[in-house]
């Protein structure tokens, strides 16, 4: 009897209903965050980011106008405080500009670039590269997007605030889009698909330059490797001189930013920088600080959910992944190579949003890592015959791991605070509504026409995803920096609150 149930579980969990389950619940833990994204609202550099293409919307400006006003912040940034003109350009066209409504987009468009680019770079890796079916594809993507979006050690910076999100989050969503077209370009059949994938890598790749500075250097060091690679495998001369021009376009976007005169206006506020070898080092400890922290027992748990998946498809290849120590090795200076240019530039690691950026390429990598040690498993000859006689991994390893995966998950210190559990407590509580009505009672007296000193009630309410108690908010006094972000935002006198803050 107990045979006959195995045996009849081991039919059920196939790699299409495995892959089908995965998206289900993938999609099930997104939906408190999709559910929460009606109450966001703009704060902090949304405001001075954009200003003038707000002025154009509400004065009935063109989109031609539109653009101009985004191009005209960008071309003042670039001369008074830092080079990243594509990012820039973008951060001026945040949604509230608009109109306020918009600004509900926001996790939409970060989160969902975020898994949309994880799933497209994945295709290409483990559908092409690595010669997996469509459903093993798609449940390691799930996995890997899961932990991306609800273990993101600052989801309000990564996914809820624009200006922070968009310059980060979105920014390595472009770099995956960016190498997976490079990669289609380098195994496109026919000549217009291979003109396709490259106009679209090389424009990718320029405007990743004139992103920031950790996105655009790691580009730089892959597309360089790619270049390297193509000439090891003696690729025919169109895909060289493609993989090169790829990486001279995003070369020389990152050098016009990094040559910008307000780079060293903003660079005047950071004191006692480490030079460029202790910045290298530091950064390659920080990397395995990093490591550490964030690899947790669930992570471990899930990719030991995947190992099996990446034991048969790495059995197949022809590559024998020799010297596993490498992988490891690899990894650690890949994150290294993100974390180089904020300790050069600014003596840290930077702000919350820039801890989303590596943790999102930490986990890309990890799953990196477990494959190759699993290639280098099934490639022992050793243990060939024995994988061979062992065949599909039971359904009883499956199963064995979903329970302790939710028990970890839920016994974790900071449970509370992964993304989709933030967001339904919010919601559950009511405090993402109160806060919400909190914001749009101070939204319309600022945007009545017939008011130029306003003064509002203050927002007691901050779920820590919409507006976390770091962020800045308005004062009593209108001189302070927020204040006066707002009222130049909404063409006002000045604004102030009635009342301290909680």
């Excluded at 109109?99 to 996790?107: D, N, V």
């Excluded at 930013?257 to 004191?271: D, T, Y």
């Excluded at 748990?301 to 490498?326: E, I, M, T, V």
């Amino acid at each position: 009897m107990e045979k006959r149930v195995w045996k009849g579980l081991n039919g059920l969990l196939t790699e299409k209903r495995v892959g089908i389950a995965c998206c289900v619940l993938l999609g099930l833990t997104l939906l408190p965050v999709a559910a929460l994204s009606v109450y966001n609202h703009p704060c902090s550099d949304d405001y001075s980011y954009g200003l003038y293409v707000a002025q154009a919307v509400r004065s009935g400006g063109s989109l031609w106008e539109v653009l101009a006003a985004a191009a005209k912040e960008t071309a003042e940034t670039y001369l008074d405080w830092q080079g990243t003109f594509s990012a820039v350009f973008l951060m001026a066209l945040q949604p509230a500009a608009f109109g306020e409504g918009f600004y509900a987009l926001t996790p939409w468009l970060m989160a969902g670039s975020l898994v949309f680019s994880t799933f497209f770079f994945l295709k290409e890796v483990c559908v092409r590269r690595l010669g997996m079916s469509m459903w093993a594809w798609l449940t390691v993507s799930c996995a890997l997007s899961f932990f991306l979006v609800h273990f993101a050690p600052d989801p309000f910076e990564g996914f809820f605030w624009y200006n922070g999100s968009l310059f980060y989050t979105f920014f390595h969503s472009l770099m995956l889009c960016a190498l997976t077209f490079a990669l289609k370009f380098l195994r496109a059949p026919t000549l217009g698909r291979s003109l396709a994938c490259g106009l679209a890598a090389g424009a990718l790749c320029f405007f990743l330059g004139g992103g920031n500075y950790p996105t655009a250097l790691l580009t730089c060091v892959l597309l360089m490797g790619g270049f390297l690679w193509t000439l090891w495998k003696g690729l025919p001369l169109s895909r060289k001189l493609g993989t090169l021009a790829f990486f001279l376009l995003e070369l020389m976007a990152f050098g016009i930013s990094m040559l910008a005169p307000g780079n060293s206006v903003r660079q005047a506020h950071f004191e006692n920088r480490p030079g460029a070898v202790k910045s290298i080092l530091l950064a390659l400890g920080a990397a395995v600080r990093n490591i550490t922290e964030w690899t947790t027992l669930p992570l471990l748990l899930a990719l030991l959910f995947l190992c099996p998946l990446f034991c048969k498809y790495a059995q197949k290849l022809s590559f024998r992944f020799p010297l596993p120590g490498l992988a490891p090795l690899g990894a650690v200076c890949l994150l290294g190579v993100l974390l180089t240019p904020p300790i050069y530039a600014m003596g840290g690691t930077g702000a919350g949003r820039m801890e989303d950026l590596y943790y999102d390429a930490f986990c890309l990598l990890a799953a990196g890592v477990a494959f190759y040690f699993c290639g280098w498993l099934v490639h022992l000859p050793a243990l060939q015959g024995a994988l061979q006689r062992a065949g599909e991994p039971p359904a009883a390893f499956l199963l064995s791991l979903l329970l302790p995966f939710c028990l970890t998950v839920a016994c974790l210190p900071g449970f509370t605070s992964l993304t989709g559990v933030s967001a339904g407590l919010s919601l559950l509580r009511g405090e993402a509504q109160a806060y919400d009505a909190q914001v749009d009672a101070q939204v319309a007296l600022l945007e009545d026409g017939t008011l130029q000193n306003v003064v509002v009630e203050p927002v007691t309410v901050r779920p820590e995803l919409l507006l976390p108690t770091s962020v800045p908010v308005l004062s009593q006094d209108p001189e302070n920096a927020v204040n006066q972000r707002v009222a130049t935002f909404y063409g006002k006198e000045s604004v102030r609150i009635t009342g301290e803050n909680s």
